[in-house]
């Protein structure tokens, strides 16, 4: 640069000209940041939301989640209820079945008896006896539902076993076939796990027929059901019971072996 152009670049005049100009860089300079802060504040309120929008939506899909979790549950228990009472109906049909044709043999044998009660009462005695021979009233349809009975116990069918047994009991308790129902309606209550009212049911068979075979077997059975339950000293009693009784009965020589073995 030459002396002259030097001296006038540093001539008050032209920095009195450039001082405007400067001004408006240094102006536009400071709009610049101003602009950037704002937009780096708006960034980061934007950031805040966006993040609080996150959250809330986490939220929200735990909380969903916990609904979805909840009403499987929930829908898995109606099924199993709902498979549970189906179940039950389908039992309650089987005995409702089991119990048709069980009254079916009752209704049978109670034609059965009124012809012949009409029978006897044609051929009856002036005295009111009935005729050598004749079948005690009865008799045959005692024999049928115990033998109808029996026959459901066989099957597994214990409810409907237990109505023909219990029946058999309290219309026809002389019957000779009376003692074996209580003996195996105290079997019934022995496999549904009722012990206690199972040792009741076998000692009423002795109660109420003190001379039937089946005494000794009912007597037994309690020693068997006293083992089970740990007590070998009532257990003890009753087979000694037997084998003292009834020496020559079967149960005794099965009682004989238990109590060896005690």
Do not use: K
Request: aromatic share 6%; proline share 4%.
């Amino acid at each position: 640069m030459s002396p002259a152009r030097a001296c006038h670049c540093r001539s008050p005049g032209f920095r009195r000209a450039l001082l405007p100009l400067a001004a408006c860089f240094l102006a536009a300079g400071c709009a610049t940041r101003a602009d950037v802060q704002g937009l780096q504040e708006e960034i980061r309120e934007l950031y805040s939301q966006q993040q609080l929008l996150l959250e809330e939506l986490r939220a929200a899909q735990t909380d969903q989640e916990g609904r979805i979790d909840a009403l499987a549950a929930n829908l898995r228990d109606e099924r199993g209820d709902i498979a549970r009472q189906l179940a039950g109906i389908q039992d309650q049909l089987l005995t409702v079945q089991e119990l048709s044709g069980l009254s079916q043999q009752q209704l049978a044998g109670l034609r059965d008896q009124l012809e012949r009660d009409r029978a006897q009462a044609r051929f009856a005695l002036p005295s009111g006896g009935i005729l050598p021979g004749a079948v005690p009233a009865g008799g045959e349809q005692a024999d049928e539902l115990y033998t109808a009975a029996l026959t459901q116990l066989q099957r597994g069918s214990l409810g409907a076993a237990r109505l023909g047994f219990q029946q058999v009991v309290d219309q026809f308790g002389s019957h000779q076939l009376a003692p074996d129902a209580r003996y195996y309606l105290a079997e019934i209550l022995e496999r549904e796990g009722n012990v206690d009212e199972a040792i009741g049911a076998f000692l009423e068979i002795q109660e109420f027929h003190p001379t039937a075979d089946r005494v000794p077997d009912a007597l037994y059975r309690i020693g068997l059901i006293h083992l089970e339950l740990g007590n070998p000293e009532d257990a003890e009693q009753f087979f000694e019971r037997v084998v003292n009784t009834w020496p020559d009965s079967d149960a005794a020589e099965l009682a004989r072996s238990e109590l060896r073995d005690l």
